[in-house]
């Protein structure tokens, strides 16, 4: 490899950096990605994948190859807390929307099914998509150092098969390096919250637990035995391959020592959390991670900007991790490439900072608030620090006891799991990302209250920064959601019956500008509202329009049709595309 010069240099191949190549090289940019490992992730990690993320994966056309590797939503239900597979069962919970009282409004929210895919397995899924739209990826390729200046970035990359550096130049760096980014620390990105809070262990293994799991099947089995009650318990059992393949995740307190990590002690957790000693266990192999709880204070620098746990570090509760990484470079990709192309003025991208940097710490106080959620869990079962196994295991009895006292603790158990929804059935926080500042258009309307909890459920809305509520409908007797009609790098207008002046001023507009801008009436002349739900979620009147981003967000709005649809249009677009 020689010296390089190209638009834009991605740093790390992880979920963040392979969806950003794939959407710079559908865009035709000229751009970069190095990573430091020889391959893509080699253990499974980081699983759960909602439904937003499966909206992006239906943009970049990989929906349908990753539902082919990935476990089902329908396999992923029973969330189980036991002393043991073969042991007692201590309490359940029907997650991730699979339950009767939350399936529908989870179907009602997407087009797509939140799925459950190991990153060992998702990683080569996106590579083969970036590598299909033609991306310059490179591995073996670390950073060593990296510095800006006004017009560019200059990197200094090293190879690592024969060790030799060279200089890659380029407009613009993504920083998708994970959570020891050398792009944060290297230009100056500054972070609030705190690190090595806990740390927890990877035990990927073998064992087949059909008989245990195949008539509760689930995605996560959290084994809680008395005398253990450091965080969540004796370990939590993530499913990587239904019903043989595995994940031990276990945490411990890195201040009272490391713990043993050999072959020999993490199979006999393996046994003792199975509680059946006729299993064989396989292991395949053991790594640690930490527990930290950060986020980047601001997400551009300059030229630079951060995606994933490059930007934000936080522990795995509510499956944020790769899923919040890869709507990280949803978002930023589509700016980028406009910039670059000259579709926009540079000031768009100002708004990947103020867009993203508030759901970044969003993200991580929730994903902090669930952990410490959990502790009331440990608490019902009686399980409480310094226990011996003894006091544990007679304070577990007291659970199942006759008589007003067992009622009580039951009652708290309850109220307990019942917590547990804002980890694992908490659709508003994995789908209702909105932006209040960046690349929109305020319409001076307040964003509509919530008649829930906001947290747990989906309100869908049209207001300017919410993304595009999905309803199907209908064309020559093919279905699409709302979502397909926009996207895949381009602006839509969005508009119903009577509305065609809105839809001849896009069509002008496209060409002058030379923005990707399709317009589509919805109701009965082009795509039809067949069940009538667009209708409820549009929020705007039949000639009303909607103008929605690359990226599903709503740009602008207008309740009807104006006086002058062509100007209003043309101000909207310009406004979001910082265009003078
Ligand atoms: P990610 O860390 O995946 O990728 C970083 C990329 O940057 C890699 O390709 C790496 O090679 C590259 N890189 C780093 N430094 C570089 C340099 N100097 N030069 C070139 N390339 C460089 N989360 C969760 O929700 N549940 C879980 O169970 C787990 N388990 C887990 C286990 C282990 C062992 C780890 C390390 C992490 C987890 N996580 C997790 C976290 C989850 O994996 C994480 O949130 C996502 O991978 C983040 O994706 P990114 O693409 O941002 O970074």
Known sequence: MSDITTDVLVVGAGPAGLTMAALLAREGIDAVTVTKYPGTAHSPRAHITNQRTVEVFRDLGIEDQVKAVATDNDLMGNNVWATSFAGEELARLLTWGSGPERHSEYQLASPSKMCNIPQHILEPELLRAATGFGADIRFSTELVHITQDTDGVTATVKERDTGETHQIRAKYVVGADGGRSLVAQGLGFDFTGESGLGAAVNVWLEADLTKYTAHRPGTLYWMSQPGN???????????????????????????????????????????????????????????????????????????????????????????????????????????????????????LLDSYDAERQPVGKQVVDRAMKSVQDMLPISQAFGFGPGQSNEEGAAALRGLFEPGPKGEARRRELATAVELQNYQFNALGVEIDQRYAAGAVVDDGTPWPEPDRDPELHHHPTTHPGARLPHAWLEKDGRAASTLDLTGRGGFTVLTGTGGQPWVDAATKLAEQLDVPLTAHVVGHEEWADVLGRWATLREVEDTGVLLVRPDHHIAYRAPRLTDNPAGDLEAALRQVLALD
């Open 229 to 347: 009650d450091y965080w969540v318990g004796s370990g939590t059992w993530i499913c990587v391959k239904p019903w043989t393949e595995w994940v031990l995740l276990f945490m411990y307190d890195p201040s009272q020592g490391e713990p043993d990590l050999s072959e020999a002690a993490v199979t006999e957790r393996a046994r003792t959390t199975i509680g059946d000693p006729d299993v064989d266990i396989r292991i395949k192999s053991v790594s640690t991670w930490q527990i930290n709880h950060v986020v980047a204070d601001r997400y551009r620098e300059g030229r630079a900007f951060l995606v994933g746990d490059a930007a934000h570090r936080h522990p795995p509760a509510n499956g944020l991790g790769t899923n919040t990484s890869i709507q990280d470079s949803f978002n930023l990709a589509w700016k980028l490439a406009y910039v670059l192309q000259g579709k926009a003025g540079e000031a």
